[in-house]
């Protein structure tokens, strides 16, 4: 292979702008308009890769993203990126590239010692050898020895979006056939058209071609299409994924093209979801090779890649070029090569009868033609420098004795045309094998898809082809099927021989078609092969499912903005920055950021939980309860309506009254419990627990819009309209009354669950008398603009009442003393209303209400239910975790579990709560509590440590 | 007489850049009007009070001193000028008197995002797979934004957003992130 001193003159590269760049730390020149590949090329640079296992030395292959060798690793430290494929890489100034999967270097990789060893490391081998003493023994040495580029260890410091676009029509690939479709679609004007292509210029092979006419086409083309309002034109943009309902995933590479000094204001990537009325799918056809002896030698590349380089980037790759084809497609370029300075030596054809009119054109333009031959070998170190030939048997069945020797430094494979169907498949589309031009074809979907072009199979000539799937009569261990992952037609022949027979089965035996390039290359000559092999004609033998992506894509592309702390969506307190100025410690609950504690210096989060429970019990604590879910039903049908929802008697609820309840689901499994308020005789305020209001909503939504869609009741959500206060304490009244406020707070005038409106500070208020700590408690709510301002006013009231503020920890040890449930921690997928004492309250509801068929069932009038209970350690210091098993009597399995475990400092003991197998009639019983192989004695409790009588909630 | 300061949701925060700018739409009040199909006489008197037809889901028509936005079905967003909230719930609540409606003042409950600039379309796009370019003055629609349920409300030059107040800082975040090209 030689530098290319000169591009010939129809190069589409800019020559009077030349572009420094380095490779395995030697620095070159290309041009602009150069990729990393055809810049190597024109430089002469022979080996760029190794192979995956063998470590062979791999050139430059294929011009486009099939390419199996040319993998690099591009950049360095965070920006870096393994696997990059150098014929996609466009050449920008302080391009900085070195060679991957190799010590020291691609050019002398001592690792390449592997391939001796070929034979001891067939298809598979890991799943035969390596046995003793475990695969995991080995399994880091194999990892190091075989493999690709290395991924960056730092966080990657560039940043990814996501963008959605609709339109009409959407077109994927911008060569002849895509801008065709797009003329057509955009020419009324009114529909939207998306074009997209993936390499840096639109035009696909029309930019291989030196003839005047198709460039003017492609310029007016361009330029028709640039004028039209109507029409987009995303190129850099690879679509990776056809979805259900004609729903593309696109990557659109923004910035890669300008290396170190993109700006840093530009996303990187941009992953498009693409939603289109109708898809036209433009994607041509890739080139395979032919499968012989070392096909893999530096200097052997696919004829559509020596087209590209020689004709779009002017480069002339060698002194003797060769094409080994099997079909017509390949003479065609020989001629074309030969006619615009890239003389092509030698055309060497298995079939033996070629076109008169192709064979005469190439005796003019001087090529020496071998028909009916097979090259059966390369030489070269490692580039090559020259093929042995040998005639194939007349049935193709083996060789004849007569070999002849070429000269040539590179051979270009034509061993026919595989559309693109990858996309069409990924859509549903059903796949023809056309045993004319031995390829798959598009035939038939269900989406709005239409297939143009060579991914059709409008190959726009006779190909002709004749397959030779592998060359007959020579060793199969070195001819090369799948390229990337070192897969030889020796790999595909044990696999039969081992009775893997299905091509899915065969795909993942041998590895062929799974490496980066995903077999763009090598999949059709291994289904050949397979079925030759296993004596079943192709479409019997059928393809492996195309999946997404087409193409290797960035991660960084999926997590688009969703990173950091915009990694999932918060929600802000109304006085969330007066927690902040407390130096509260946040913590995420559900989407909200709530204060877990609040810390004084140097204090741990115990000993933070602590102080805030005693101000609690001893003076007044004051906890953000915003979140506290807050659902509104009104209607004349809204009593009769929530009667059905709640399993308690809604009926007797008078005006100004409070009472709590449980809601079921259909199973009669506890979902939510809460305070229910009536505010007038059609009016009424449920309460749910913080993390269920929406689940609640949905339920009762569902209930009225599917279920019982002639009642006269609307729901409506105020969580957030109102931020909430909880004030509870011995104190929380006194402080209550230091702001002004038009309630009457007295005790007999505002008892225990009653529910209060007026003015607080001057804004409306809602009071509910309620508690979850034990305590007398007010949770007061105000217009959430004005949450800030009255947590303050509050805060600043309690000042000398010693008040403090406490966060959700603190309320945890707080209601597990007193033993209130929280649904949801204290509650599982199988807890009804009778494993938690409500046993009698249901047998007492007349109504019916959701779920209570399911309570009569066998399952749940079971005494050995897990039911709720409290749960006291003999040793008052010992601790329990949450999630504790306690265990049967016998020790032999578990019984139930521990639900919410605590240090009391008011009991200045552990208390817990928890769901053992018929705990209430079990009561005083001594149980084990297991946790990570330790065991605590535990007695069995009512769970209620703190007040039970609940003296204190009236005081 | 209010001692207490109302909190703007964005805590003063906005997004200003060439191409793209959000701010709350603080010139705005916001009530929810939601009625019973149960109840089929609601509707007419909301229409005789509002001065307009109430528009299908999707559609915004222009009441008197307010626009009605259809949310879903029997669920309206009432959007009038600073101030109004007061006089709109007590005019809508004496029209539905005896109905089976919901009039709620949803200033404090939701937020009014402003998105203003060129780029405008663009940041929506990265949020929303919605079809902008269908999305016209005189339509609205409930979708889902950012992760978030909103609604989202075409004006001549603008997109209003609206939703849970308690999202504003998230929403504004993540419009900054997501226009760091728009400038």
Known sequence: MKPTIQRLPHARVDLSTPIEFSFDGRRYTGYAGDTLASALLANGVDVVGRSFKFHRPRGIFAAGPEETGAFVQLGAGARGEPNARATLVPLYPGLSACGQNAWPSVRRDLWGVLDRFRALLPAAFYYKTFQWPSWHFWEPLVRRAAGLGRAPTAPDPQWYVKENAHAEVVVVGAGRSGLRAALEASAGGRDRVLLIDEQEFPGGSLLASPDPADRAWLDETLATLAARDNVTLLTRTTVNGYYDHNVLAALERCTDHLGPAAPATQPRQRLWRLFAGRVVLATGALERPLVFPDNDRPGIMLASALCEYALRYGIVPGAELALYSNNDSAWRRALALTAHGVPVAHIVDVRREVDDALRQAAARAGIVQHLGHAVVETRGDPALHGITLQALAPDGSGLLASRKNLSCDVLALAGGWTPTVHLYSQAGGRLHWREADSCFVPAGCAQAVTVVGRAVGDFGERLNTEPLWVTPGVASNRQWVDFQYDVTAADIELAVRENYRSVEHLKRYTTAGMSIDQGKTSNVNALGLLAGLSGRPVPEVGTTRFRPPYHPATLGAFGGLETGSLYQPFQRLPAHESHLALGAALEDYGAWQRPAYYPRHGEREAEAVTREVRAVREAAGLLDYSPLGKLEVRGRDARGFLNRIYVNNLLTLRPGFARYGLVLNEAGIVMDDGVVVCLAEDHFLLHTTSGGATAVREHLEECLQCEWTGLDVIVTDVTTAWATVMLSGPAARSVLSAVPTDLDLDREAFPHMQFRTGHFAGVPCRVLRASFTGEVSFELSVPAGYGRAAWEALLAAGRGHGLLPFGLEALMVLRTEKGYLHVGTDTDGTTMPQDLGWGRAIERQEADFIGRRSLDLAVGRDPERRQFTGLEPLDPAARLSDGAHVLTPDGSASAGYVTSACYSPTLGRTVALGLVAGARSRRGEVVKAWFAGETVPVRLVAPAFYDPEGARLDD | ?183
């Open chain 2, 1 to 183: 007489m209010t001692e207490l300061a109302w909190q703007d949701p964005l805590r003063g925060g906005a997004v200003a850049r060439d191409g793209f700018r959000l701010a709350a739409a603080e010139d705005l009040t916001l009530v929810r009007l939601q009625l019973s199909a149960a109840d089929p006489g609601a509707a007419s008197r909301a229409e005789a009070a509002l001065g307009a037809a109430l528009p299908a889901t999707g559609g915004v028509v222009e009441g008197s001193g307010c626009r009605v936005a259809g949310r879903a079905p029997g669920d309206w967003l009432l959007i009038a000028g600073g101030g109004e909230t007061a006089s709109l719930v007590q005019t809508l609540k004496s029209a539905l008197a005896g109905c089976t409606a919901a009039v709620t003042p949803a200033t404090d409950g939701q937020v009014a995002l402003r998105l203003t600039g060129p780029a405008r379309e663009r940041v929506l796009a990265r949020g929303t797979t919605l079809d902008l370019g269908r999305l016209a003055p005189g339509q609205c629609a409930a979708t889902r934004f950012a992760g978030v349920p909103v609604l989202l409300v075409p004006e001549a030059e603008a997109m209003l957003l609206l939703a849970c107040r308690s999202l504003a800082v998230y929403l504004r975040d993540w419009c900054d992130a997501a226009s760091a090209d728009c400038c």
